[in-house]
């Protein structure tokens, strides 16, 4: 079947501690990205990426690092510099400069 | 940046009632697309509108696109249990289209009361 998958679907992090969250898609899509959704909000544009070796920082990229080496992949990190890490992170994929957007089930991560 | 501003924040029906709810922008947008987002999961896209004052239905799902091209109206008729959920409207982030990703609202929870 065609989809996105994340995982893992819970992460804990440690104080100081850098942690990288897997998206894969097999929709052949050009371009992915990276949501953050905090409760009772809607969701915020971490970072994208619309071609493999290119991405490009979104409305919160502050703490967080990506890298495009494979078109089906696009992992993020959230490092120790994200200092309000625990979130629901939501990956996105779409065929490059359309709209519609489709998710992958997410990750929650949460700090010991 | 573009703010969009959804309303009602929360709905508490019965079974079997309409419900309608929108979604306003502080600019323009090009593209208008709604989804719905059951608990732990990702967003499900429902209905995307591309033109201004087009309705566009998916089952009991119907949407608008407003001729303002600053709002955008999503209905559901005779509500059922499974429709509980948020529901999310979306537009295009930046002047590229959906290229540079999409800017949400903050979504409405419906609940419906057996």
């Known amino acids: 079947d065609g989809g996105i998958t994340q995982s893992p679907k819970y992460l804990f992090r440690k104080e100081g501690q850098n942690v990288t969250l897997s998206c894969e898609q097999n929709l052949n899509h050009d371009a992915m990205y990276w949501y953050r959704q905090d409760p009772g909000q809607g969701l915020r544009l971490i970072y994208y990426?619309?071609?493999?070796?290119?991405?490009q920082k979104g409305d919160i990229a502050e703490g967080y690092s990506v890298s495009r080496e494979k078109k089906e992949s696009f992992p993020l990190t959230v490092t120790s510099a994200q200092k309000n890490p625990t979130a629901f992170y939501l990956c996105?994929?779409?065929?490059?400069?359309?709209?519609?957007?489709?998710f992958g089930p997410g990750t929650r991560l949460l700090v010991l | 940046g573009q703010q969009l501003n959804q309303s009602p924040q929360s709905m508490f029906i019965q079974e079997g009632e309409d419900v309608s709810m929108n979604c306003t922008s502080s600019s323009i947008f090009n593209t208008w697309l709604w989804y719905k987002q059951d608990p732990g999961e990702g967003p499900v896209l429902l209905i995307a509108?591309?033109?201004?004052?087009e309705l566009t239905s998916n089952g009991r799902l119907t949407a608008q696109f407003g001729i303002t091209r600053k709002d955008s109206f999503l209905n559901i008729s005779a509500s059922i249990p499974s429709d509980v959920g948020i529901y999310f409207c979306?537009?295009?982030?930046?002047?590229?289209?959906?290229?540079?990703?999409?800017?949400f609202g903050k979504g409405t929870h419906l609940i419906i009361q057996p």
């Open positions: 979306a537009g295009p982030r930046g002047s590229g289209g959906g290229a540079d990703g999409l800017t």
């Open positions: 509108l591309y033109k201004a004052g």
């Open positions: 996105a994929s779409s065929m490059n400069r359309r709209e519609t957007q489709y």
């Open positions: 990426s619309q071609i493999v070796n290119d991405f």
